[in-house]
């Protein structure tokens, strides 16, 4: 028995090119390789989602506090039937990065935000290879799916020395520039070419949208 693994992406990106060179930043990327496929229930330590994080080229470090992972079911699977889901870095399995949602229970359709035991602070020019592992239940449904995704807009991401918000994209695709709010500059009501510049920057600033899955079948083994 075989499961299909799949992958799509769709971005949409508006960038602010003057912003780039010193806003942090940090690129994703979900990998379809290396996962537990097919699925086997009663079983430990299953790779549900490989998630890459890339600071190449950003300016200072990036600090990560949490990971909004997106789990939609098909085929009548159960997402409680995966259970005790943590995030472990792939250097070293053996150390549980995250606090696992639901205290051990299984995840929910929808957002999974997993939040981190301590934050995650990556230097520039690094890229470290995350793995989301979970227990597949007794209840796995045989012929039944998971989808994984994860969206750049839910990802909570600062520079670990100004704490700007770091820019999120996709590895490989442009960059989306967040709205930055620095409270040392006051305001002078000034008007003119100032408040048309600032209307501009603001129109420049886009929502970033990121579908980035992959299907994983979970196929219940014949008893």
Sequence with gaps: MSAAVGL???ATAATASAQLSTQ??????????????????????????????????????????????????????LASSLTNCTVVNETNSSVDLSVAPGNGVGLVNGL????????????????????????????????????????????????????????????????VIPPVVIPTVPNTGAGGNAAMNFALLLGSLGLATLGIAYTSKAVKQAR
Aim: proline share 7%; hydrophobic share 45%.
């Design 112 to 175: 999974n935000t997993v939040t981190l035991s301590s934050p995650l602070v990556l230097p520039s020019n690094t890229i470290v290879t995350l793995d989301l592992r979970c227990d597949p239940s007794a209840a796995l449904v045989s012929g039944g799916s998971f989808t994984v995704s994860m969206n750049t807009a839910n990802v909570a991401a600062t520079g670990i020395v100004t704490g700007l918000p770091a820019v999120v994209s996709v590895r490989g695709a442009a960059p």
């Design 24 to 77: 942090p930043r940090v690129a994703i990327q979900l990998l379809t390789s290396g996962l537990t496929s097919p699925l086997t229930a009663s079983s430990t330590d299953a790779t549900i989602a490989r998630l890459v994080l890339d600071t190449t080229g950003s300016p200072e470090g990036v600090r990560i506090l949490s990971l909004p992972f997106i789990l939609n079911t098909n085929n009548g699977a």
């Design 8 to 10: 799509s992406l769709v």
